[in-house]
């Protein structure tokens, strides 16, 4: 049997029964359990609860699957409670929760319309945190809810592998796009296309499995080539959903810190660590022969002779006018492009176009072409789909899969057409290329086509700095500038916003806990409660950036962890109140 590091071990000695909550009745405990799996589940298959099957209004009130497993499990719970004639036992903890609950209900007090909304956030947060701590009874409980967690965000990485293999999520058909945000400039083309699982947005499903990973290596420490499996998943999935937040918090936090707990492993295994960076510079070296022998014609339409293969033309209404130094404005909505003939004529298979343009107007760009087989609705002309402008007013790339094009100067003796509806964009260069784009390829045209957005949230730092200077006591509850309800990419930005120093000074109190507990927890680095912690971290650092916590399934996640956390931590007063060792939830 593989053996676990001696730090893994924490709590009670082995044959020591473990801490227990009080009295339970087994048959309504047992129901408890089930509701919470199902609560759990229900709560990080996000899309579950937006497709029309899984919405029924019963009057004023809307039925999901997880409102509904939620509410059973609070009445399970209260019926467990009430048969044994006890109250449940408040720490530290619960009063730290209930006080955050209630300053969010005081952020939405005082605006009418957002006050349901942060009743609805606060009774899923604080709901959930309260569901588990207090229902939890002994080491099988905390290790059920773990056990879950780990089973759904697989079951997340598996469907969202399936789904990005189809370029198409089916959930999408029937779901309220708007309540989880179009990622409209990303899934122009399947070449971009972003793993949204059962989640909804591709930045929440990429932060859940990256803070599961240090529960998988725990749950399956035992089981070494089903934990490298499922590892491997989560991986891939966090690779595929193209979140820049969850690489360079991978990069940054949980690989340098996995290298080092795991350094004795490593050292021991040198071999295998070899073999695996000679295979992936193999894998590097075909990508590179395969960028170098690219079938592809451009024009840098911000140079005078970067015409290669690729070159605007002047037709009726289709003109533009040069922009010293940056590229072209059509002087209407459409740009028009002639291809070398030598290189593509009529029909000879799928080709992807890349743009590159200064982001600026708020309307959409997309391609016409004639396709190949002619249009359905007897239009000359196919539209691909489009791109919304954000007006950022910085430079950014989209491409687009065109598979039935025939280019053979059908548009105004064009070949196709780039259509800006406001005319404000600047194009610099156009790519257009045999095939689809190779795998390096499309990571760098997903970073480049969001840096963007990148630089909007990296100046809201300087933002809030300058705002809390003008108003210490903030901008109002839900007043922050510029923004709806889900104010700005950073939940702590938006407390400095709204509060000022006092949010400031909340904010600080609050990552001074962190660091408390991140001290404390580092003494035992593979117990139990380390681990819990660890994955609880990486949902709040990612929170610190991304607004994850404004998303139903992390803020799930997020509640479920605490619980757990709070109730095994060994270093609180008296000890933990449900003490785990450190094989007790290893599968």
């Known amino acids: 049997m593989s053996e676990m590091p001696a730090a893994f071990s924490s709590g009670s000695e082995a044959g ?29 298959f996000h899309l579950i609860n937006l497709v029309d099957a899984g919405r029924v209004e019963l009057g004023p009130v809307l039925v999901t699957p997880f409102r509904l497993a939620f509410m059973l499990s609070w009445l399970l719970l209260m019926a467990d409670y009430g048969v044994n004639h006890r109250l449940p036992h408040v720490d530290y903890a619960d009063v730290l929760v209930a006080s955050l609950a209630a300053l969010f209900l005081m952020r939405g007090i005082f605006v009418a319309e957002t006050f349901g909304i942060a009743v609805n956030w606060v009774l899923t947060g604080a709901g959930v945190f309260f569901l588990i701590k207090h229902g939890m009874r002994d080491r099988f409980d905390a290790c059920l809810v773990l056990w879950t967690i780990v089973a759904a965000v697989l079951v997340i990485c598996l469907f969202g592998l399936l789904e990005y293999m189809a370029k198409s999520n089916p959930l999408f058909a029937s779901i309220q796009v708007q309540a989880i945000g179009a ?3 990303i899934g122009a083309s399947d070449q971009f296309y972003r793993i949204r699982s059962l989640v909804g947005h591709p930045g929440f499903a990429a932060a859940i499995p990256l803070a599961c990973i240090p529960l998988i290596a725990m749950v399956l420490w035992r089981r070494r080539l089903l934990m490298t499996a499922a590892l491997l998943l989560a991986a891939a999935t966090i690779f595929l959903t193209f ?31 070899a073999l695996a960076a000679l295979l992936l510079a193999m894998l590097a070296a075909v990508s590179a022969v395969g960028y170098w022998q690219r079938q592809e014609v451009s024009d840098r339409l911000s140079e005078a002779n970067g015409e290669a293969g690729l070159r605007p033309v002047q037709v009726r209404d289709g003109g533009y006018s040069a922009v010293e130094g940056e590229g072209v404005r059509p002087e209407g909505s459409y740009l ?42 007897g239009e000359m002309y196919r539209s691909s789909a489009a791109v919304d402008k954000t007006g950022t007013g910085r430079w950014t790339t989209a491409a687009f899969y065109l598979e039935d094009a025939r280019f053979q100067g059908g548009l105004n003796g064009a070949d196709f057409r780039v259509v800006d509806e406001d005319g404000q964009a600047v194009f610099s260069k156009v790519t257009l290329r045999k095939g689809r784009l190779s795998l390096p390829e499309v990571v760098a045209q997903q970073w480049l086509s969001r840096r963007g957005s990148l630089a909007t949230r990296l100046e809201f730092f300087s933002f ?3 705002l809390v200077r003008e108003h210490p006591l903030g901008v109002g509850l839900f007043n922050t500038p510029g923004t709806g309800h889900h104010a700005i990419d950073s939940l702590p930005l938006t407390w400095v916003i709204e509060f000022g120093w006092p949010g400031l000074l909340l904010l600080a109190a609050l990552a001074a806990l962190v660091l408390r ?37 992390s ?16 270093w609180g007063k008296g000890g933990a109140a449900i003490e785990l060792d450190g094989w007790d939830c290893v599968a």
């Open 183 to 185: 990622d409209i400039r």
């Open 555 to 570: 803020l799930i996640m997020a509640a479920s962890l605490g619980a757990v956390y709070a109730s095994v931590r060994p």
């Open 517 to 553: 507990e991140g001290v404390l927890a580092g003494r035992n680095p593979w117990g139990p409660p380390a681990v819990v912690f660890l994955s609880l971290l990486i949902l709040l650092l990612h929170g610190a950036f991304l607004m994850i916590l404004y998303d139903k399934p």
């Open 243 to 273: 979140s820049r937040g969850s690489w360079l918090l991978a990069a940054l936090v949980l690989l340098p810190l996995g290298a080092y707990l795991g350094r004795f492993w490593l050292r021991n295994n040198l071999k295998w660590l």
């Open 336 to 377: 028009y492009f002639d291809i070398d003939d030598g290189f593509y004529h009529g029909g000879d298979g799928a080709v992807t176009l890349v743009l590159y343009y200064l982001d600026d107007g708020y309307g959409r760009v997309r391609i016409e072409y004639v396709p190949a087989e002619g249009t359905d609705n």
């Open 464 to 466: 809030t700095w300058n």
């Open 16 to 44: 020591v029964a473990p801490g227990e909550r009080g009295r339970s009745h087994p048959g309504i405990h047992w129901a408890w359990r089930v509701a919470v799996i199902i609560t759990i589940c229900t709560g990080l």
